[in-house]
């Protein structure tokens, strides 16, 4: 199984950045699939999850209203589009996947991880 996270990079606040994650190795409708960060010095933080067909999504506190996750399962691949981003956004993220039909919320509860992407809000 691979998942591999791409988007990520130095953004000033107030900006927008689109993260996607392409998942192989899987049967990808199996599996509900989720957003973590991990900012320097902290733990891993839930930032979004999606259902297996997408009509359940799942949103951290501090990216409510701003963050939306969204799955194509043309392409096998989660989007995480992160709008009025902020400087305490930054993290590396890490796209993850757990087979059945609970969204992961906790990063030990996945199943599979990718090697995530880093996210900088800075001017």
Same mark, same amino acid.
């Given at each position: 199984?691979?998942?591999? +996270?791409?988007?990520?990079?130095?953004?000033?606040?107030?900006?927008?950045?689109?993260?996607?994650?392409? +998942?192989?190795?899987?049967?990808?409708?199996?599996?509900?699939?989720?957003? %973590?960060?991990?900012?320097?010095?902290?733990?891993?933080? %839930?930032? +979004?999850?999606?259902?297996?067909?997408?009509?359940? @999504?799942?949103?951290?506190?501090?990216?409510?209203?701003?963050?939306?996750?969204?799955?194509?399962?043309?392409?096998?691949?989660?989007?995480?589009?992160?709008?009025?981003?902020?400087?305490?956004? @930054?993290?590396? !993220? !890490?796209?993850?996947?757990?087979?059945?039909?609970?969204?992961? @919320?906790? !990063?030990?509860? +996945?199943? !599979?991880?990718?090697?995530?992407?880093?996210?900088?809000?800075?001017?």
């Amino acid at each position: 199984v691979q998942l591999q +996270a791409s988007g990520g990079g130095l953004v000033q606040p107030g900006g927008s950045l689109r993260l996607s994650c392409a +998942a192989s190795g899987l049967t990808f409708s199996r599996y509900c699939m989720g957003w %973590f960060r991990q900012a320097p010095g902290k733990e891993h933080e %839930f930032v +979004a999850g999606i259902s297996r067909f997408g009509g359940t @999504t799942l949103y951290g506190d501090s990216v409510k209203g701003r963050f939306t996750i969204s799955r194509d399962h043309t392409t096998n691949t989660v989007h995480l589009q992160m709008n009025s981003l902020r400087p305490e956004d @930054t993290a590396v !993220y !890490y796209c993850a996947a757990k087979r059945g039909e609970t969204i992961p @919320t906790s !990063y030990s509860g +996945a199943d !599979y991880w990718g090697k995530g992407t880093l996210v900088t809000v800075s001017s």
